[in-house]
């Protein structure tokens, strides 16, 4: 059984905003899915810089169960405040309907922001008066996803698609192909044989593969990638509290990775065409802790001095 997580909650109100406006933005995936997100932050907020967290140690976030998630989460949370980041973005579908809450409640001081699934956008979109919603089974049990369903989808079907090895396969750079397909091909038919004409991407990774599934349900359904949104919601989040990075700071972008660093700049260069450059860092022997990242090893990419 995994441990109990340590943080104790508090009762004080949120007080978010308290950072250096010069600081970076913290983001955090249990792997390479939060690029997405994280390519539409620095497109959308091109004067911030950024460190990038990919827990490959333990991908995908989506199998397991709600207390080991709540404990990799407040761990790395701890890491990216620790790190001095103004604001950490939950670059994970299944983190944030488990874990959001009570990242907000350990870091009061810190901006927390979490993907809510897209529900609300699919809900004013359709004509058809049926939304799929493709996710993992984490998302779908956690406790995010079932208040937005209820806020915003009593007056429409919901129907709800387990994409079990898809986030696998975008971790494997696995983007296209007759497997792919064929598994695409098998989520995507219940929900265009119940009807639905918008379907809802409800994991970070599955904008990868956006491509193809568009393709595949045809111009007629619309499909919606959650990470712009995210993107200008952290945008006016920073505004509103005074914690936009000043216009002449020199901007870096940081990826650490809690798997191989060789393995992470090769499979993220294939999905955000970008050299990284990564560092790994590893859990302590507990389970429970990041080291300090002074001792990260930076692992110099191919060409680099």
């Known amino acids: 059984m995994s441990p109990t997580p340590t943080c104790v909650s508090t009762a004080a109100p949120l007080r978010p905003g308290r950072g250096d406006p010069a600081a970076p933005i913290g983001v955090f995936d249990s792997g390479l899915g939060g690029l997405s997100v994280w390519r539409e932050i620095v497109r959308q907020l091109p004067a911030e810089s950024t460190i990038y967290l990919a827990d490959r140690a333990h ?157 595949l349900v045809g111009r007629e359904v619309a499909v919606i990638d959650p990470a712009p949104a995210v993107a200008r919601h952290l945008a006016s989040l920073l505004h509103h509290y005074g914690l936009e990075a000043p216009a002449t700071r020199t901007v870096t972008h940081r990826f650490l990775t809690t798997g191989e660093a060789l393995a992470f700049d090769r499979d993220a260069a294939r999905l955000i065409d970008r050299t990284t450059g990564s560092e790994e860092i590893h859990w302590d022997a507990s389970g429970e802790h990041l080291p300090a990242w002074t001792a990260c090893r930076q692992h110099s990419p191919p060409g680099a001095p």
């Open 59 to 215: 991908v995908p976030y989506g199998n397991r169960q709600p207390q080991e998630i709540r404990r990799f989460c407040e761990a790395i949370g701890a890491s990216l405040v620790q790190a001095g980041c103004k604001a950490v973005v939950v670059a994970c579908n299944t983190a944030s309907a488990v874990a959001l809450h009570h990242l907000r409640e350990c870091f009061p001081g810190t901006l927390m922001v979490g993907l809510e699934p897209a529900v609300k956008p699919a809900v004013a979109r359709t004509r058809s008066g049926v939304v799929g919603v493709m996710a993992t089974p984490a998302t779908f049990q956690g406790r995010l996803y079932r208040a937005t369903v209820g806020r915003h989808a009593t007056s429409v079907q919901v129907v709800e698609q387990v994409c079990l090895g898809l986030a696998d396969r975008v971790e494997a750079g696995a983007l296209e192909g007759p497997e792919t397909e064929a598994l695409l091909r098998r989520f995507l038919g219940p929900m265009l044989a119940a009807g639905a004409d918008t379907i809802v991407l409800g994991c970070t990774h599955y904008p990868f593969v956006v491509e193809t599934i568009r393709r």
